[in-house]
């Protein structure tokens, strides 16, 4: 957050093991997006195809981090905030594309999206597991955490969204789900972009003061 972004100097991802766990979670990513994208067409789930959607966004994303480790923080806080912003593009397109489904209901399929869910689910805890230690750096390292902590709930939204499909035969469940993640999407993009603006304000007066 921006508090965050004092005189504290906080991880900025110039590790080993970092860089290491970076690549085996972009590549979890990369794997769940291809899986979610194909079973939300078949299932024609709205919740399914926003997680697979924010798997995507997660996959260029923390490529971009390991792109930028060891770079001046005025760097890593640009790249945090062009992150911000892109998940806040994301989090509206999702918004957008709910309220044209929910004029264009059909009941998706509950059993792929509860079997896809719990696949997601078990690996995006496998990321925040690997991030667990990371989650407290700057605003570049911040923004990779919040993304695998949105990825879990989400998870957890997409079952229990399968399970209201499933009991109610409907629609509106799956179509809720997914405008709750879209407001999770904005509202971890504020943070990120509220620290990653700290981290170049601080810059530009460190710069000043020189």
Known sequence: ????????TKFDGASVAFKRTLIAV??????????EIVAGITAG???????????????????????????PLIVRA??????????????????????????????PQAEIMGAVGFLALLAN??????????????????SVWLCSRNDAIGNV?????????????????D?????????LFLWSSLQIIRQARAEMLHTQLAQQRA
Request: with cysteine; hydrophobic share 60%; charged share 10%.
């Open 78 to 107: 640009k790249a945090a905030l062009f992150k911000g912003v892109s998940l806040a593009l994301m989090g509206f397109w999702v918004f957008g594309s709910t309220l044209y489904h929910v004029l264009v209901t059909s009941t």
């Open 1 to 8: 957050m921006a508090g965050c972004c004092g005189q504290d």
């Open 45 to 71: 789930s709205q919740a399914l195809l926003a997680d697979a959607l924010d798997f995507l966004g997660d996959t260029a994303t923390y490529a971009i981090s390991l792109a930028v480790i060891g770079m």
């Open 175 to 183: 179509l809720l789900v997914a405008g709750l993640m879209a407001s």
């Open 26 to 35: 972009i590549a979890i990513n990369g794997a769940m997006f291809i899986t």
């Open 157 to 173: 939204a997409v079952i229990l969204a399968a399970s209201g499909v499933w009991a109610s035969q409907t629609a509106w469940p």
């Open 125 to 142: 805890l496998a990321s925040v597991l690997l991030l667990l230690k990371y989650r407290d750096g700057d605003a570049n390292v911040r």
